[in-house]
């Protein structure tokens, strides 16, 4: 059989639309025949599904999931010369959250098993400045909150959970930085099988098209039990007032709109589904890639949701695996070549993160979507064994 050489993309959204081409045309009509276009019951309704899904008492839609990251701080507390604990390894948009509002970003260190925030770096790193902690579940794999939680709670801060790529994600008080030790926490059996973004005092999402659950523009939304946060959240994603003409503080123009709303109406009964499909593509990927040399597949665990299928190359042959792939238009992205801390806004930053570094130079996300097909997934691992048998 001669190899197949058609191009993979790294993410491929063709066969949800099609799924749902008849449903998502029907509710797009219905937006537009009904003549509101800016929150209203479309955002309401996924407003109320979306907190039942998720186990939580509030969820308030709004622009992206940047602006949910910069409301859900704001509504949490913290304010200007705070300092905001958070890892250096994530997208961009952590960080930027945080300095956009005044606060200060404070980077500590990663897990390397889960590449997220590495618990046992957070307490060296609160001064009386710190206001609040954000973990990002990074790749779509739960953080580890148990701990995380300790911490705060122990020192009186709030925890923003930046979940724009774990939508379905559930924590399952699993956490590699124990290192087998007994967890003192009686936390971690309360918090087994809770939805990220249900754990921490909010939860920020993101519904930006690549993400595990996509609309087909900008969207966020801040998830919270505390009615107070809800309450000013709702307020800051509308210019601060409660009442229109009755501004109380400065906000923004941050809301869900309703066409996107519908949209997520549409998907949010599928996520699940299309969740366990990726897990199944990530286990298969990780039994194919199992015997190839200098290839470190990804930390599996029930409630991780691959929102992307980060593999690490040793050995310094990173970038060229990533060219080989590229030449033969196979879709891979290095999430991220750049932490943080190394950015060029973040300049005399004197922070060090030598686990965050290392893993931006061997990091590489392979392609990943639910609806791939064991032969596709076949013909990438078999691109990427033959380059690292070289
Ligand atoms: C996508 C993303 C964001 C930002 O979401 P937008 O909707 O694009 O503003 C924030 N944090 C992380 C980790 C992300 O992946």
């Not at 945080?98 to 925030?117: K, Q, R």
């Not at 505390?226 to 994603?237: Q, Y």
């Not at 930390?299 to 060219?323: M, N, P």
Request: glycine share 8%; with cysteine; net charge negative.
């Amino acid at each position: 059989m001669p190899e197949d050489t058609s191009p993979v993309p790294l993410l491929n959204l063709e066969p949800e639309v099609d799924h749902l081409w008849d449903e998502l045309n029907e509710a797009i009509q219905r937006v537009l025949r009904s003549g509101q276009f800016i929150l209203g019951p479309e955002v309401e309704q996924f407003e109320e599904d979306a907190a039942e899904y998720l186990g939580v008492e509030h969820a308030v839609g709004v622009n992206s999931g940047t602006d949910a990251l910069v409301i859900g701080l704001r509504a949490l507390g913290v304010e200007e010369g705070d300092e905001v604990i958070t890892t250096p390894f994530t997208f961009f948009a952590t960080a930027e959250a945080i300095s956009i509002i005044g606060a200060e970003p404070v980077f500590v260190d990663i897990d390397p098993a889960s590449f997220n925030l590495d618990p046992a770096a957070i307490e060296s790193a609160i001064t009386p400045k710190t206001k609040a902690i954000v973990p990002v579940h990074l790749f779509g794999a739960p953080a580890a909150m148990t701990q995380i939680m300790d911490i705060a709670e122990a020192h009186d801060l709030k925890v923003l959970e930046d979940c724009a790529q774990s939508f379905g994600a559930q924590y399952e008080g699993d956490c590699a930085s124990c290192h087998g030790k007994h967890c003192a926490s009686d936390r971690r059996s309360k918090l087994q099988g809770e939805m990220t973004g249900a754990i921490g005092h909010a939860g920020a999402f993101s519904f930006f098209p690549t993400k595990n659950l996509g609309a087909y523009g900008d969207g966020g939304m801040i998830a919270t039990d505390n009615p107070d946060v809800a309450e000013t959240a709702r307020m800051l994603r509308k210019h601060g007032g409660k009442n229109k003409y009755h501004n109380e503080v400065l906000g923004y123009n941050s809301r869900l709109d309703a066409i996107q709303a519908a949209i997520l109406n549409v998907k949010l009964p599928h996520v699940d589904t299309y969740n366990e499909e990726r897990r199944e593509n990530a286990r298969r990927y990780s039994e194919l890639l199992a015997d190839v040399d200098g290839i470190i597949t990804p930390k599996r665990t029930e409630g991780h949701v691959f929102h992307q299928y980060t593999v690490r190359v040793k050995d310094g042959r990173r970038d060229q695996l990533q060219e080989t792939l590229s030449n033969r238009e196979i879709g891979n992205k290095v999430y991220y070549p750049v932490p943080c801390h190394q950015l060029p806004v973040y300049e005399g930053y004197e922070i060090s993160a030598p686990k965050a570094d290392q893993a931006s130079n061997e990091v590489l996300s392979l392609p990943m979507w639910p609806q791939m097909s064991e032969a596709v997934q076949r013909q990438v691992v078999h691109i990427v064994a033959k380059e690292m048998d070289k």
